[in-house]
Structure formats: structure tokens, C-alpha cells
T-cell receptor
Framework: DQQVKQNSPSLSVQEGRISILNCDYT??????FLWYKKYPAEGPTFLIS?????DKNEDGRFTVFLNKSAKHLSLHIVPSQPGDSAVYFC?????????FGKGTRLHILP | KAGVTQTPRYLIKTRGQQVTLSCSPI?????VSWYQQTPGQGLQFLFE???????NKGNFPGRFSGRQFSNSRSEMNVSTLELGDSALYLC?????????????FGSGTRLTVV
């Protein structure tokens, strides 16, 4: 049973435009949601998180939105840059156990 | 400050053997988690240790075990290796899990079982 789902395996976005990565979850008991970015041959890097009591968190070019009623969160990157090309993992945290989605590969096109 | 260090980086083992992977967390971090990454399954949680105690465990068979030492370094052991155990094993550390600050990952150990 996949509790955290990223239904788009890949996404291509023009440089300078907005990238929107989506994530759905099934367990309403998650405390935090996190986004990680992963380059090939490296471990995932923490990007941004949001508490389940908030609906938006912003950090520079990255904004995460949480819609608890829909059990949906999204990561917005604006403007998208070439260095943003990577795999993005959505993750949910409950009682210090993190469950990851399968990831979305983002391609930023020149 | 030094990041999370995982050794070895690459490992090739044959079926039936056992393997031990090591993880040194960031200094001061007491929580260490282990994950398995495969192309089909993404990142899957193995277990989490905090102050030498296993606090959480994922849905992996008993062949997968771990431990944490008093200096917070952690080891993961896989016995009776199977071909399907070939994966990238990632270790992550955190100072204070549960407050949404995220974990810092190591670069992983690439295990190939032949």
C-alpha cells in the first residue's frame, strides 16, 4: 500500500517558467511533509518542509502548498533553472518515520 | 562540518553471503535512518535508530538488521543475500527528528548481488 504517491514519473518545463510537482498521500496522521531533490550518484538533499497545521511554506524560489482536505501537496519552483533538473521526492513524516514517494524526474529545457 | 559518511561506496557480493554497511552521521546527530532505493520501488524505509535504540522499522524481512553504537555510528547488516537486494542503500541522520527539519543523507552504498 503506497501511502505517498507521485503520479508523474517525469516532467519537462521550460527554463524560466514555473515547475509544479505534485504529491498525494493517504494517511491523514502525517505530521510533516518534505521535499527532497536528488542528483545522480548523490544522496537526496532536503529542500523544504511543511507542517500539517500550515497550508503554505515558502523558501526563495521554492513554495510548498498543502491541501489537507484533498490530501495533496505540491512543490512550486519559480523561475525554473537548469540546475533544478533532478529527481524530486515527496515524503511524509509520522512519528519519525519518513515515507517517500517514488519520485518525479524534472527536466528543465533551455 | 562533515556530512553523513557511508562506507563502502560500492560493494559486489554473491547470493547467500552477508554484508555490513556503515554510516557515520553528522557530529551531534543522534538519529540515523536507513533506506533502500531501487528503480521500481523508489526510496523505502528500513529502520531508524535513536540513541542506540531501534525506534521504527519498515516492512523488510528479518535478514535486514541494524544497530547503532554509543557514538551514533550505525551499521546495517543483510544476511543470506538475494539478487533482489541489489540496490542503493542510503543512510540519513538528524539532530532532532520530528520537527520537520529534514534529514541529511549520505551518498549511499551501491550493493550489487550476483
Amino acid at each position: 500500500d503506497q501511502q505517498v504517491k507521485q503520479n508523474s514519473p517525469s516532467l519537462s518545463v521550460q527554463e524560466g517558467r514555473i515547475s509544479i510537482l505534485n504529491c498525494d498521500y493517504t494517511n491523514s496522521m502525517f505530521d510533516y511533509f518534505l521535499w527532497y531533490k536528488k542528483y545522480p550518484a548523490e544522496g537526496p538533499t532536503f529542500l523544504i518542509s511543511i507542517s500539517s497545521i500550515k497550508d503554505k511554506n515558502e523558501d526563495g524560489r521554492f513554495t510548498v502548498f498543502l491541501n489537507k482536505s484533498a490530501k495533496h501537496l505540491s512543490l512550486h519552483i519559480v523561475p525554473s533553472q537548469p540546475g533544478d533538473s533532478a529527481v524530486y521526492f515527496c515524503a511524509a513524516d509520522r512519528d519519525d518515520k519518513i515515507i517517500f514517494g517514488k519520485g518525479t524526474r524534472l527536466h528543465i529545457l533551455p | 562540518k562533515a556530512g553523513v559518511t557511508q562506507t563502502p561506496r560500492y560493494l559486489i557480493k554473491t547470493r547467500g553471503q552477508q554484508v555490513t554497511l556503515s554510516c557515520s552521521p553528522i557530529s551531534g546527530h543522534r538519529s540515523v535512518s536507513w533506506y533502500q532505493q531501487t528503480p521500481g520501488q523508489g526510496l523505502q524505509f528500513l529502520f531508524e535508530y535513536f540513541s542506540e535504540t531501534q525506534r521504527n522499522k519498515g516492512n523488510f524481512p528479518g535478514r535486514f538488521s541494524g544497530r547503532q553504537f554509543s557514538n551514533s555510528r550505525s551499521e546495517m547488516n543483510v544476511s543470506t543475500l538475494e539478487l533482489g537486494d541489489s540496490a542503493l542503500y542510503l543512510c540519513a541522520s538528524s539532530a532532532d527528528p520530528g520537527i520537520g527539519e529534514g534529514y541529511t543523507f549520505g551518498s549511499g552504498t551501491r550493493l550489487t548481488v550476483v
